[in-house]
Antibody, heavy 118, light 112 residues
Framework: EMQLVESGGGLVQPGGSLRLSCAASGFTFSSYWMSWVRQAPGKGLEWVANIKQYGSEKYYVDSVRGRFTISRDDAKNSLYLQMNSLRAEDTAVYYC???????????WGQGTLVTVSS | QSALTQPASVSGSPRQSITISCTGTSSDIGGYNYVSWYQQHPGKAPKLMIYDVSNRPSGVSNRFSGSKSGNTASLTISGLQAEDEADYYCISYTSRSTLEGVFGTGTKVTVL
């Protein structure tokens, strides 16, 4: 069974850093595009970043470009999101998801909460 | 970055049919058959319900169907059931330069 499990969320002060991880199992991780999608409390979904197989291409939403870095370790079946210079508006549940070529997300993790507050 | 427009809420009685619209532009919905729909219950992760406009993943009830006309995609839920009460989001590929995908604003479905 395909499974994604996020970790690494927590409370961080504005300007701080956090690294999210997503452990994948039950599928050939290296064959998939992977994504991070977030959801602020009481708000809708927002795409954050995508990474192609082998990390050959990476895309970011404008609001995080230059502050967040998506990466993957195919040997460990893991996806990461390094988040620097965090702002209050980055507070959200962060989901990792597998992304198909025709731009749909077929599997999602349970999410990890990031709270940016002093 | 502009989101796809969905109605904030749609409601219906059990066994009725409802339709949720998702309106974009020729750079996203109108230009590609890459629209997907997701169901999200409170406190849970989103679940894929429809992909590539009208395809249903294995295990999704055939009460859910998708379609597209011009710049507007639609999700129809037939034979509405209590467990269908949830938030629904559409997503489309977009050709706008710095974006890969654009998300809908979300629709709260209430079963009366």
């Amino acid at each position: 069974e395909m499974q994604l499990v996020e970790s690494g969320g927590g409370l961080v002060q504005p300007g701080g850093s956090l690294r999210l991880s997503c452990a994948a199992s039950g599928f050939t991780f290296s064959s998939y595009w992977m994504s991070w999608v977030r959801q602020a409390p009481g708000k809708g979904l927002e795409w954050v970043a995508n990474i192609k197989q082998y990390g050959s291409e990476k895309y970011y939403v404008d609001s995080v470009r230059g502050r967040f870095t998506i990466s993957r370790d195919d040997a460990k079946n893991s996806l990461y999101l390094q988040m620097n210079s965090l702002r209050a508006e980055d507070t959200a549940v962060y989901y990792c998801a597998s992304r198909r070529p025709t731009y749909y997300f077929d599997y999602w993790g349970q999410g990890t909460l990031v709270t940016v507050s002093s | 970055q502009s989101a796809l427009t969905q109605p904030a809420s749609v409601s219906g009685s059990p066994r009725q049919s409802i339709t949720i619209s998702c309106t974009g532009t020729s750079s996203d919905i109108g230009g590609y058959n890459y629209v997907s729909w997701y169901q999200q219950h409170p406190g849970k992760a989103p679940k894929l319900m429809i992909y590539d406009v009208s395809n249903r993943p294995s295990g999704v009830s055939n009460r859910f169907s998708g379609s597209k006309s011009g710049n507007t995609a639609s999700l129809t839920i037939s034979g509405l059931q209590a467990e269908d009460e949830a938030d629904y989001y559409c997503i489309s590929y977009t050709s706008r330069s710095t974006l890969e995908g654009v998300f809908g604003t979300g629709t709260k479905v209430t079963v009366l």
